[in-house]
Every structure is written in C-alpha cells, then in structure tokens.
C-alpha cells in the first residue's frame, strides 16, 4: 500500500496507467486474429499515447502545478482511498499489462481485460477531477474519451461474439 501519496504522484500514477493501457492495446494488436480488433487497438494506443501527454502537461504547466500545489495536504483519509484505487485498480507495470494481452486465452476475455482497465481508469480520474476542481479542463476531455472507449470495447465484444 502506498504510505503517502501527493498531489504530484497522483498525476505521476495517472501517467503510467495511460502507458499500461497502450503497452496493453499494443500487445493485443499483434496477437489478435481479428483485423477490427487489431485497429481498434491500434487507435487505442494513440488515444492512450495523447492522454499519457496531456497528463505530463498538466503536471508542468504552471496552472497544473497551482492546482497540485492547492491540494496539499490531502487528508489522512483521503490519501488512503486513493492509495487504495491504486493498490486495486492499477497494474503493477507495462510488462504485466502487456503479459494480460498476450495470456488472455480468446480475444473476448483480452476485451473482458480492456474494459475492466478503462472502467477503473474512469474511477481514478473522476477522483482527480475532484482534487483539481476547476483546473481539471483536460480531465474532462480524457473521462469523455475513456467512456466512449468503454462504449466502442462493448461494441467490439458484442462483435466477437456473433
């Protein structure tokens, strides 16, 4: 469990998630049989590459870092549940979410995998967009996003399951 957790790591863990979700998709789109799901992972790389960036802009732009400076300190409590969204949510690495794509024994069960990661993706940043208030512009934007790739997985799924 993490013992503390700043504003700052809260961005930093934002960061490596979009990393293991494009590690994940990147995966998934070389082993999988089927070209629409070798395309939409393909698109969900780019897609999981931008959010990645627009995270590491919030974290150094100076209304980011206000915003960040602005949260400290977070309650004892508050801290705890966000360590605990980590500890259960997150991937321990880019290796293990790129292992996931490759050990999922049909491409429905890696969908399965996918959307589980975007469902938990969505919990950790509504809970940042709480912290940053009103400087959380660009959260909004990635939340739309990582619904709609929850929608556009379900679609794939029901797909593969024709």
Excluded: W
């Amino acid at each position: 469990m993490i013992v503390s957790l700043t504003a700052g790591e809260i961005l930093e863990i934002a960061i490596q998630a979009e990393r293991q979700g494009a590690a994940f998709y990147e995966r998934l789109a070389t082993t999988a049989d089927s070209e629409r799901v070798r395309a939409e992972c393909q698109r969900l790389v780019g897609m999981e590459r931008e959010h990645e960036k627009a995270f590491q802009r919030l974290l150094g732009q100076q209304d980011g870092q206000r915003a960040l400076s602005s949260l400290q300190p977070l309650s004892d409590e508050y801290r705890q549940y966000l360590s605990a969204l980590v500890d259960s949510n997150m991937l321990p690495d880019e290796e293990t979410a790129q292992q996931l794509a490759e050990e999922a024994e049909s491409e429905v069960e890696a969908i399965n995998i996918a959307l589980q990661m975007e469902k938990n993706a969505i919990l950790f940043y509504q809970e940042l967009q709480n912290l940053l208030g009103t400087e959380a512009g660009v959260l909004r934007t990635i939340l739309d996003e990582e619904r709609s790739h929850v929608y556009e997985l379900n679609e794939l799924k029901a797909y593969l399951q024709k």
